[in-house]
């Protein structure tokens, strides 16, 4: 089954500190993988992709096939960095976004 | 562009009354996403279509919820009877391609 799991529903940094946020996925075949993110009273938006290897408001993610995961890493976080976020996967092939249940990140000053 | 255009932004009805959401997805997309998200169940596909047509429709929790898309640059996602478990803030999202969708700001709906 095609399935997306992100284990922490809150996690809550200060300002400053590295964050991490945990997708492990089940898919039978090759996925891609994406972050998305969802600031307060503002729109979910695609933040990155696994295929880009980019680093978007300083996030990266690797995907980590033997593993199945797909973490989000930050080595310093802001406060603006607060926002719920969700990982999500597809077929290469495109089709529907399978979403994790979303995490919220909580950076303190 | 003005983006994915959802209306209305809020919705408060009461239980058993019939409820339309509408969407306008962004010109020269041809993939458009309903989705709910609640508390419990976080974000969930409803339905999607490509090409106006309804491509998978599993997320659909039962026969009182219904979507149509009769041209390129409207569809809407109707339940009738409301019911107060119906309450959550419904996205639509439409792409070119089905992974970087554009999400439109929700409607607020509110069951009572």
């Known amino acids: 089954a095609q399935r997306v799991t992100q284990p922490e529903k809150l996690l809550s940094v200060f300002k400053g500190a590295p964050v991490e946020l945990k997708c492990n996925y089940s898919y039978s075949g090759s996925p891609e993988l994406f972050w998305y993110v969802q600031y307060s009273r503002q729109r979910l938006q695609l933040l990155l992709r696994h295929i880009s290897r980019e680093s978007i408001k300083g996030f990266t993610a690797d995907l980590n096939k033997g593993e199945t995961s797909f973490h989000l890493k930050k080595p310093f976080a802001q406060e603006e960095d607060s926002a719920m976020y969700y990982c999500a996967l597809t077929r290469v092939q495109g089709g529907k976004l399978i979403f994790g249940q979303g995490t919220e990140l909580s950076v303190k000053p | 562009d003005a983006g994915v255009i959802q209306s209305p932004r809020h919705e408060v009805t009461e239980m058993g009354q019939e409820v339309t959401l509408r969407c306008k997805p962004i010109s020269g997309h041809d993939y458009l996403f309903w989705y709910r998200q609640t508390m419990m169940r976080g974000l969930e596909l409803l339905i999607y279509f490509n090409n106006n047509v309804p491509i998978d429709d599993s997320g659909m929790p039962e026969d009182r919820f219904s979507a149509k898309m009769p041209n390129a640059s409207f569809s809407t996602l109707k339940i009738q009877p409301s019911e107060p478990r119906d309450s959550a803030v419904y996205f639509c999202?439409?792409?070119?391609?089905?992974?970087?969708?554009?999400f439109g700001p929700g409607t607020r709906l509110t069951v009572t």
């Open positions: 999202a439409s792409s070119r391609l089905a992974y970087e969708q554009y």
